[in-house]
Each structure stands twice: as C-alpha cells, then as structure tokens.
C-alpha cells in the first residue's frame, strides 16, 4: 500500500495543504487552500497551518515550506514576508501552534525535491537548478540528484536590481509585460544564472509553468535544456511531505481504508531519506 504525509507550502498569495501518497506524489485527498494573511506574520501563517491541519484531520508529523532562506528550522531571511520571521524558530512556533511536528524547508527545496523525484528532473544526472516562479523566483540547485540548499539565486543582481523584482511571474504581471517583453527578461536573468553555475537542465516551475508553451519556446541565448516542472504548482507541497516522511519514516501515515490503492508501492519514505534530509 502507498504510504501517505501531510504537506503544506506558504506561498505568497496562498497557504496550501494536502496529504500526499509517497510513492507517485499524487494528493489522496483535494488540496486545501487558504489565502495568506496580510501582512504575513508569523502568528496569523501559523493559525492557517493548524486550520490546514485540522480539516484534514491529520495527527502526524508535518512538512511545510518557507519562503526565504531555513537551516535547523530557523527563518534566515524574509524577502517577501514580514521582518518579524527573521530569526525565528519557525518550526518550533508551528509546532507549537499546531500541536504536530514540524518538518520546514525552503519553498524552492521542496518544489526541486519533488521534480528531481517524481517530475522533470527524474533520472537527470549533472547539474540541474529548478526555478519557482511566482512572487519572487525561488531556486533549488543540485548535483547529480543531491540538493545544495538555501540557494536563493532569485536575489542575483542584474542591472543594480534583484532578479527577481525583474522577471518573476508578480513582476510580469504588475507591470503588464507582453509575453515577449518578459521572457526577454527571464532570459537575460537564465543567462546570468548559467554564467554561475553552468547547469545542463533548468526546470521552470510556479503557477506560470502551466502557460509554459507561451514563454519557454522565446528564451535566447541560453545552453542548457529548459522544461517546464511537471508537478506545476502542486510540486512544493510534495516535497514537504517527502521531507517530513524522510524525517519521520516510522511514523508516516498508512492511508485510509476507504480509498483503494495498489499493492507493492511501498519504501517511498526510505527512498526520499537522503536528498530531503540534505534540505532540511
């Protein structure tokens, strides 16, 4: 039988949650979105989370992602939230908050886990960067299927600016940009990201991903094979749940029998241990 974690992913606009079955990534139950407070203190974000929790009913352990930079479950940095995340034990307030434990990783992380895994990234051995783009532009970088985590490649400065504040999906959208006006952008900013690290596959991800056909055929100037995420905006909630299975693997939830599933799907937990604990 698949085994099932709960994960949930902050995002900028909207805190979205679903069980997911470990060994395909497909939720087991319909996600569950709530819109993110405004502002998005610490406090309001946790008060969604147990909301989260508590529709679905869960009383397991919990992966959830954080927009900026987390090492041990500490906010290190907060580009798109409220200052009051800085510092903060995120993890443990969430723990508190919900009474469950806490798995909590970059947002960016967990999308690149779940498309290294399940999605585009499946078997693609060399350097691959999965970008997220939404608010801002998330990345998650890795070698040969290993994670290097808290990467943070949407802060590049091109031009005296933060890449993001150029060619994120917001930035397309808020300045009314063409498609052709910022995928010029989107290709300048891969560009420069290549000239770094020289990766052989970028994988775009986000909500913008789904509308891939209109962006993705226009970038010039850039070696590396680009493909949009095949677990579009779905993938950070996946990788949450990856993580918080490799963290908790005794402990992830067998699925309810009232839903069928397949035999001989087990072991996912195990499978996921090294690459999530790399991003934790």
């Keep these: 039988m698949a085994r099932e974690m709960l994960g949930i992913d902050i995002g900028g606009s909207a805190i979205k949650g679903a069980p997911v079955e470990l060994s395909g990534g497909a939720f087991a139950r319909e996600r569950f979105r709530i819109e993110t407070p405004r502002p998005a203190r610490p406090k309001a974000?946790?008060?969604?989370?147990?909301?989260?929790v508590d529709h679905f009913g869960w009383?397991?352990?919990?992966?959830?992602?954080?927009?900026?930079?987390v090492i041990n479950g500490v906010a290190m940095s907060a580009a798109n939230v409220s200052k009051r995340w800085l510092g903060l034990d995120a993890a443990a307030l969430f723990a508190d908050v919900t009474g469950r434990e806490i798995t909590l990783l970059n947002d960016a992380d967990a999308a690149g886990l779940a498309e290294m895994r399940l999605g585009a990234g499946r078997g693609r051995p060399g350097t691959v960067v999965v970008l997220t783009l939404g608010t801002g532009?998330?990345?998650?970088?890795?070698?040969?299927?290993?994670?290097?985590?808290?990467?943070?490649f949407g802060h590049i400065q091109i031009n005296g600016k933060d890449a993001e504040l150029r060619a994120s999906a917001k930035a397309r959208t808020s300045e009314d940009l063409s498609w052709a006006e910022w995928t010029?952008?989107?290709?300048?900013?891969?560009?420069?990201?290549?000239?770094?690290?020289?990766?052989?596959?970028i994988i775009v991800g986000g909500g913008v991903s789904r509308k891939s056909a209109h962006f993705l055929p226009l970038i010039e100037g850039v070696r590396a094979e680009i493909v949009p995420a095949r677990l579009v905006n779905n993938a950070g909630i996946v990788g949450a749940a990856m993580a918080a299975a490799a963290a908790h693997p005794a402990e992830t939830a067998e699925p309810a029998p009232r839903r069928v599933r397949t035999s001989g799907a087990t072991g996912g937990a195990q499978r996921e241990r090294g690459t999530a604990q790399a991003a934790r």
């Design 45 to 52: 974000v946790a008060k969604v989370l147990a909301e989260i």
């Design 137 to 152: 532009i998330g990345s998650a970088l890795f070698t040969d299927g290993v994670l290097v985590p808290n990467t943070e």
């Design 184 to 201: 010029e952008r989107l290709g300048e900013y891969m560009a420069h990201l290549e000239a770094l690290v020289s990766p052989s596959l």
């Design 59 to 69: 009383d397991g352990p919990v992966g959830v992602t954080y927009p900026g930079v």
